[in-house]
């Protein structure tokens, strides 16, 4: 298995565009996390899925989140409008289900700048 | 809530020497608790994790870890550090089993000079 994928790796925009991170879990992964992880806030835990539907979006910092997963293979995080403070790496990680489902495995991470 | 605390920041060891990287929980019951490695550039990678049973536990690359109830840690080991090791060290709590998220302490960064 090639393991969580996550594109782009490296995204620049400027404040107040629209940035969509994917991620492409593992397959026969059942449970999908978006973290996000800073300098100043460590590795913070938005949102995560279970078999395609968000369990828990308490993480997601304000309405200018939103997260979908339309199907087991593949998740969007997008920011509208991004602003300098988003910027972060996010990382996507999924699990299986049943006792495995607390180990995650991570994907590389997309490294967001907003100027 | 539970909560993670890896009280050193910054760790230098010599490469050979070897290495404990502190972690304390906080939470009611027994968690589940794990390590994790972040090289530059990389996600984060599973070293270890702990359940139930026993309380030492070997993870991959030569690491262990042991879970002290009465002390509330889980401290990580490894008896001889190579040069590869250096990266940022994350121990994470998750709760019992029907609960899925973890809760990753601020991390530990790993120095090895020669």
């Known amino acids: 298995d090639a393991g969580v994928i996550q594109s782009p790796r490296h995204e620049v925009t400027e404040m107040g565009q629209e940035v969509t991170l994917r991620c492409k879990p593992i397959s026969g992964h059942d449970y999908l996390f978006w973290y996000r992880q800073t300098m100043m806030r460590g590795l913070e835990l938005l949102i995560y899925f279970n078999n395609n539907v968000p369990i828990d979006d308490s993480g997601m910092p304000e309405d200018r989140f939103s997260a979908k997963m339309p199907n087991a293979s593949f998740s969007t995080l997008k920011i509208q409008p991004s602003e300098p403070r988003d910027s972060a790496v996010y990382f996507c990680a999924s699990s299986p289900a049943g006792s495995g489902a607390n180990v995650l495995t991570f994907g590389a991470g997309s490294r967001l700048t907003v100027l | 809530a539970q909560s993670v605390t890896q009280p050193d920041i910054h760790i230098t060891v010599s490469e050979g020497a070897s290495l404990e990287l502190r972690c304390n929980y906080s939470y009611g019951a027994t968690p589940y608790l794990f390590w994790y490695v972040q090289s530059p550039g990389q996600g984060l990678q599973l070293l270890l994790k702990y359940f139930s049973g026993d309380t030492l536990v070997q993870g991959i690359k030569g690491f262990e870890a042991e879970f002290k109830r009465s002390q509330s840690s889980f401290n990580l080991r490894k008896p001889s550090v190579h040069w590869s090791d250096a990266a940022e060290y994350f121990c994470?709590?998750?709760?019992?089993?029907?609960?899925?998220?973890?809760?990753f302490g601020t991390g530990t960064r790993l120095t090895i000079i020669p």
């Open positions: 994470a709590v998750g709760l019992n089993f029907g609960n899925e998220k973890l809760t």
